[in-house]
């Protein structure tokens, strides 16, 4: 069964459509409020129900649809649509979580929450979030870099106005404004790797543009570059990846769809530039030094997995010294999508997979531990995990979510992503990249340390007094449903994870060209055994055992060396704590090591690119200070002698070329 055109079409528009036509009924005197959010969801699900539809009807392979010309004076432009098995991976993720988060977001935005002060009048959140989707599907499903380069920037312009809802506080507009820079630093460059594509193919339909350029061709060093410039900033990549944590400031319900769903364009993009248009370009550049160290891999999959590393580290390293709930998580995201791009880098059949399923993975971990976090904050009212403790009494179902959530971020056996992360060591191993399977094992050691110490702070530290004014109890219905689904789906992707690998991952990799026997190859039939019962068993018990002995002896300390209550109540559990009071008989444990042997502060300071962009920014500022001096009113003779140089030279250049 075909994937009916008109499926593709309406799942892009009809959320464009909704969301514009949702403030109109907004204004409606009787009920419009409550009408325009109810619409606005039931979009939502019914776009979910068309993408979903799509997966199901892949059978006969990808669907092309024609939307319209271009008529230039250099050839024609085709504007159309193109969906296959990679494009419905995140597009069905990215729709699953717009619904999810629309029904989060009626309680969660709303008199009761505790933190904001709200009503129940419908507002830009719904509206917009929605919207984010319908660009999220124009771009994946774009089959021109003209579609491509129109809906990317509509990704952009709707994270904007998400991250600046609460535009009366300076903090928010100013993170708004910071991701609007970092991610039109991505769309410029790849308007321009789009120019000089054209002007060299001829064509912008991105399905041909491997045969228009041969291999080795002069170009290649330059649209590379371009196209991965155009890919950090939408997958939070070092050293674009700052505006992340930031962005945090939105309301959850937001912060769930462009930090869960946002990163899928840019993982999207570089899997579909580098492993399905432009691979046989990558394969056949330079092979890197070292194979033993390096692996035996391309130079531009070296330079991608590169990337992915550090962002993995960097992204852990951060997250050991936040205190910020939502923040810590949004270090977690930029840690893990390096995880993710450090697979998808190497360009091998398993680890396209294995990054198509740690994405999946990742998007429902992150999108779960999001939504514990907002059901925090809206029951609590604080952010900063050191005011919070003790929630597993008051939020149960909450508090189990949660540990569900933690349990797959520290890649426990029989959890998503312990499966994600066994076709990584694979993927890594298979090339003999030994730097990576190095990085790939810090990586997940950092984010266990970073998972245990935000349960531990959130829901299992207790305290003499109550930190809380008013009852704390689990969020209504309408919050705690899209919890326990992502808890659901994490249990069942982490014992069966065939489920997603035979419906969405493998028939990706399949369309974009690597070999299904290969694949399946790997995944079922390894020496290792994939799911041998006996060692998840052990495994489990072990991990079990050692994350109760850390927790009842970090609770024995804490104890031994109480401090008076003043001076506790500002001092989290891993590393933003006093250090001096790990000096002590009992103090040199797991966290003493982070703190004074890995020196992770000193790490944060340096791996913090904000320092630079600050100066950067200063001097431009500057500079067009200077620039002022040419105004003709206040330097008459400066601004006409700077015309007839600046004229003299068009001309001699014009001369030239002739």
């Given at each position: 069964?075909?994937?009916?055109?008109?499926?593709?079409?309406?799942?892009?528009?009809?959320?464009?459509?909704?969301?514009?036509?949702?403030?109109?009924?907004?204004?409606?005197?009787?009920?419009?409020?409550?009408?325009?959010?109810?619409?606005?969801?039931?979009?939502?699900?019914?776009?979910?129900?068309?993408?979903?539809?799509?997966?199901?009807?892949?059978?006969?392979?990808?669907?092309?649809?024609?939307?319209?010309?271009?008529?230039?004076?250099?050839?024609?432009?085709?504007?159309?649509?193109?969906?296959d098995?990679?494009?419905?991976?995140?597009?069905?993720?990215?729709?699953?979580?717009?619904?999810?988060?629309?029904?989060?977001?009626?309680?969660?935005?709303?008199?009761?929450?505790?933190?904001?002060?709200v009503?129940?009048?419908?507002?830009?959140?719904?509206?917009?979030?929605?919207?984010?989707?319908?660009?999220?599907?124009?771009?994946?499903?774009?089959?021109?870099?003209?579609?491509?380069?129109?809906?990317?920037?509509?990704?952009?312009?709707?994270?904007?106005?998400?991250?600046?809802?609460?535009?009366?506080?300076?903090?928010?507009?100013?993170?708004?404004?910071?991701?609007?820079?970092?991610?039109?630093?991505?769309?410029?460059?790849?308007?321009?790797?789009?120019?000089?594509?054209?002007?060299?193919?001829?064509?912008?339909?991105?399905s041909?543009?491997?045969?228009?350029?041969?291999?080795?061709?002069?170009?290649?060093?330059?649209?590379?570059?371009?196209?991965?410039?155009?890919?950090?900033?939408?997958?939070?990549?070092?050293?674009?990846?700052?505006?992340?944590?930031?962005?945090?400031?939105?309301?959850?319900?937001?912060?769930?769809?462009?930090?869960?769903?946002?990163?899928?364009?840019?993982?999207?993009?570089?899997?579909?530039?580098?492993?399905?248009?432009?691979?046989?370009?990558?394969?056949?550049?330079?092979?890197?030094?070292?194979?033993?160290?390096?692996g035996?891999i391309?130079?531009?999959?070296?330079?991608?997995?590169?990337?992915?590393?550090?962002?993995?580290?960097?992204?852990a390293?951060?997250?050991?010294?936040?205190?910020?709930?939502?923040?810590?998580?949004?270090?977690?995201?930029?840690?893990?999508?390096?995880?993710?791009?450090?697979?998808?880098?190497?360009?091998t059949?398993?680890?396209?997979?294995?990054?198509?399923?740690?994405?999946?993975?990742?998007?429902?971990?992150?999108?779960?531990?999001?939504?514990?976090?907002?059901?925090?904050?809206?029951?609590?009212?604080?952010?900063?995990?050191?005011?919070?403790?003790?929630?597993?009494?008051?939020?149960?179902?909450?508090?189990?979510?949660?540990?569900?959530?933690?349990?797959?971020?520290?890649?426990?056996p029989?959890?998503?992503?312990?499966?994600?992360?066994?076709?990584?060591?694979?993927?890594?191993?298979?090339?003999?990249?030994?730097?990576?399977?190095?990085?790939?094992?810090?990586?997940?050691?950092?984010?266990?340390?970073?998972?245990?110490?935000?349960?531990?702070s959130?829901?299992?530290?207790?305290?003499?007094?109550?930190?809380f004014?008013?009852?704390?109890?689990?969020?209504?219905?309408?919050?705690?449903?899209?919890?326990?689904?992502?808890?659901?789906?994490?249990?069942?992707?982490?014992?069966?994870?065939?489920?997603?690998?035979?419906?969405?991952?493998?028939?990706?990799?399949?369309?974009i060209?690597?070999?299904?026997?290969?694949?399946?190859?790997?995944?079922?039939?390894?020496?290792?055994?994939?799911?041998?019962?006996?060692?998840?068993?052990?495994?489990?018990?072990?991990?079990?055992?050692?994350?109760?002995?850390?927790?009842?002896?970090?609770?024995?300390?804490?104890?031994?060396?109480?401090?008076?209550?003043?001076?506790?109540?500002?001092?989290?559990?891993?590393?933003?704590?006093?250090?001096?009071?790990?000096?002590?008989?009992?103090g040199?444990?797991?966290?003493?090591?982070?703190?004074?042997?890995?020196?992770?502060?000193?790490?944060?300071e340096?791996?913090?690119?904000?320092?630079a962009?600050?100066?950067?920014?200063?001097?431009?500022?500057?500079?067009?200070?200077?620039?002022?001096?040419?105004?003709?009113?206040?330097n008459?003779?400066?601004?006409?002698?700077?015309?007839?140089?600046?004229?003299?030279?068009?001309?001699?250049?014009?001369?030239?070329?002739?």
């Amino acid at each position: 069964m075909a994937i009916p055109s008109g499926s593709a079409v309406l799942a892009i528009f009809l959320p464009v459509v909704v969301a514009v036509l949702s403030h109109l009924i907004a204004k409606s005197p009787k009920g419009g409020s409550k009408l325009a959010k109810a619409i606005c969801i039931l979009a939502s699900y019914i776009t979910l129900f068309l993408v979903s539809s799509m997966i199901f009807a892949m059978q006969d392979g990808p669907v092309r649809v024609q939307l319209f010309t271009i008529s230039l004076p250099t050839g024609i432009v085709n504007v159309g649509l193109y969906v296959d098995s990679l494009a419905l991976v995140p597009a069905f993720l990215s729709s699953l979580f717009t619904a999810l988060a629309l029904t989060y977001n009626v309680y969660y935005l709303s008199p009761y929450n505790r933190a904001y002060n709200v009503g129940w009048e419908f507002n830009r959140s719904y509206s917009f979030i929605l919207l984010f989707n319908g660009a999220m599907l124009g771009t994946l499903f774009s089959n021109s870099l003209l579609g491509l380069i129109i809906f990317w920037e509509l990704v952009s312009v709707c994270s904007y106005v998400l991250i600046s809802f609460w535009n009366e506080e300076r903090f928010s507009l100013w993170a708004a404004t910071k991701c609007f820079i970092m991610t039109h630093v991505g769309s410029l460059a790849l308007l321009v790797a789009t120019i000089i594509i054209y002007f060299i193919t001829g064509t912008l339909e991105i399905s041909e543009l491997a045969q228009m350029i041969p291999l080795g061709a002069p170009a290649i060093p330059v649209i590379f570059p371009l196209l991965l410039i155009a890919a950090l900033p939408k997958t939070v990549l070092f050293p674009l990846h700052t505006w992340l944590p930031d962005g945090t400031v939105a309301p959850t319900s937001a912060t769930v769809v462009f930090h869960v769903c946002g990163f899928q364009t840019g993982i999207y993009m570089i899997i579909r530039f580098f492993s399905d248009v432009f691979h046989e370009h990558v394969i056949s550049s330079v092979q890197m030094p070292l194979p033993l160290v390096f692996g035996n891999i391309s130079v531009w999959s070296f330079v991608i997995s590169l990337i992915g590393a550090i962002t993995f580290i960097i992204g852990a390293v951060n997250g050991l010294v936040e205190n910020d709930f939502k923040r810590i998580i949004a270090y977690g995201t930029i840690s893990g999508l390096g995880c993710i791009i450090m697979a998808a880098g190497l360009t091998t059949p398993l680890s396209i997979v294995a990054s198509l399923f740690l994405m999946i993975s990742h998007a429902l971990c992150f999108g779960l531990l999001f939504l514990c976090a907002g059901a925090v904050i809206y029951t609590t009212g604080k952010h900063n995990i050191n005011e919070i403790g003790g929630l597993y009494q008051h939020m149960p179902i909450t508090a189990f979510c949660c540990l569900i959530g933690i349990f797959t971020w520290s890649t426990v056996p029989l959890l998503s992503e312990f499966a994600g992360k066994y076709l990584l060591f694979h993927a890594t191993i298979n090339v003999q990249a030994t730097l990576f399977t190095v990085v790939a094992f810090l990586g997940c050691v950092l984010n266990v340390a970073i998972a245990m110490r935000l349960m531990h702070s959130v829901f299992m530290k207790k305290s003499a007094e109550s930190p809380f004014k008013l009852p704390v109890e689990d969020p209504p219905v309408a919050m705690l449903a899209p919890m326990v689904l992502m808890t659901i789906f994490l249990i069942v992707f982490g014992v069966a994870p065939t489920i997603p690998l035979s419906s969405l991952v493998i028939p990706a990799a399949r369309d974009i060209g690597f070999p299904e026997t290969v694949v399946v190859q790997w995944l079922i039939e390894t020496p290792l055994g994939f799911w041998d019962p006996f060692v998840i068993v052990i495994s489990i018990v072990g991990l079990f055992a050692l994350f109760s002995s850390i927790i009842l002896y970090l609770g024995k300390i804490t104890v031994t060396y109480r401090k008076p209550p003043s001076e506790e109540a500002f001092k989290p559990f891993l590393c933003g704590e006093d250090i001096s009071l790990l000096d002590c008989p009992k103090g040199n444990h797991f966290y003493h090591v982070l703190t004074k042997v890995m020196k992770v502060d000193v790490a944060c300071e340096i791996s913090n690119v904000d320092v630079a962009y600050n100066k950067l920014s200063k001097k431009f500022f500057d500079f067009c200070g200077k620039l002022l001096r040419l105004d003709i009113q206040q330097n008459y003779f400066v601004a006409f002698t700077s015309f007839i140089a600046g004229t003299i030279v068009v001309l001699l250049i014009a001369f030239l070329g002739g």
